[in-house]
């Protein structure tokens, strides 16, 4: 009984040493996939996907803004935005390391690293400025529809089902 008792005792104490050991070979691995992927990204055009969605909406409700008018929207964008968003891109190790596997991280990064797979990821900002478009179309059509269930929805006694 002894030994059971000091077995299990032995168990416990390590296990946190094991778990914390894990999450350190996670979060290096991430801190691997962040970097690649940093170096790769342009946060510029990042910000760009931010704005241009609301000056095109701006320009569909026939407010045409002047060259100028974009370009200090872009200033505005970029000056208030590059450090933080870059910011949080960077501390997006810990979250991979607390959501994903050591094996998932290894294949995201050895994916991101490989010639196919770097190409690949490069031009997701491109399929995503592809469809930002079409999602807004998609939006606007329902939105008219919706906003009555919506308006319905938040207006109800919340005890109400």
């Not at 070979?25 to 510029?44: G, H, K, N, P, T």
């Not at 407010?63 to 505005?76: G, K, R, T």
């Not at 490069?122 to 308006?151: C, G, T, W």
């Amino acid at each position: 009984m002894r030994f059971l008792t000091g077995a299990v005792l032995a168990l416990c104490f390590t296990l946190p040493v094991h778990a914390e050991t894990d999450r350190e070979a996670r979060l290096s691995v991430a801190r691997d996939y962040v970097e690649a992927s940093m170096a790769d990204m342009d946060i510029q055009d990042f910000i760009r996907q931010l704005w241009q969605p609301m000056v095109q909406q701006m320009a569909a409700n026939r407010q045409e803004l002047s060259p100028a008018q974009i370009a200090d929207i872009e200033v505005l964008f970029s000056d208030e935005l590059t450090a933080p968003l870059t910011e949080v891109m960077h501390r997006q190790d810990e979250i991979l390391a607390d959501l994903l596997t050591l094996e998932e991280l290894t294949a995201l990064r050895d994916f991101y690293t490989s010639e196919h797979g770097g190409a690949v990821m490069r031009k997701m900002p491109q399929l995503a400025r592809a469809q930002q478009p079409m999602i807004s179309r998609v939006l606007q059509d329902a939105m008219p529809r919706m906003m009555p269930r919506i308006e319905e929805i938040t207006t109800r006694a919340p005890d109400t089902e």
